[in-house]
Nanobody, 122 residues
Framework: QVQLVESGGGLVQAGGSLRLSCAAS????????MGWFRQAPGKEREFVAAIAWRGGTTYYAHSVKGRFTISRDNAKNTGYLQMNSLKPEDTAVYYC???????????????WGKGTQVTVSS
């Protein structure tokens, strides 16, 4: 059974940092591009970042580029999202997922975790 479990969310002041983790089981983690998405209340789930299976190629949404860093440790079946210079507009539930086909839409990813809440206070 494929399972992705996010952790590391919490409450932080604007300008602060958090590091999210995504622990994978039930799949050959190293074979998949891994992505992070987020969903704020009343908004659609949106792409945040993705990292290719080898870890050499990364992709970022414009809104987080330069502040967030995605990485992975295939030996630990774990992905990470380092979030710096956080803003109140970064407040959302953050999800990780495995890419099923080319693209950065929610339909291109699957095996979604349950998410972890990130709240940034002003």
């Amino acid at each position: 059974q494929v399972q992705l479990v996010e952790s590391g969310g919490g409450l932080v002041q604007a300008g602060g940092s958090l590091r999210l983790s995504c622990a994978a089981s039930g799949l050959t983690f190293s074979s998949y591009t891994m992505g992070w998405f987020r969903q704020a209340p009343g908004k659609e789930r949106e792409f945040v970042a993705a990292i290719a299976w080898r870890g050499g190629t990364t992709y970022y949404a414009h809104s987080v580029k330069g502040r967030f860093t995605i990485s992975r440790d295939n030996a630990k079946n774990t992905g990470y999202l380092q979030m710096n210079s956080l803003k109140p507009e970064d407040t959302a539930v953050y999800y990780c997922a495995a890419q099923l086909r080319a693209g950065c839409g929610t339909d291109d990813f699957g095996s979604w975790g349950k998410g972890t809440q990130v709240t940034v206070s002003s």
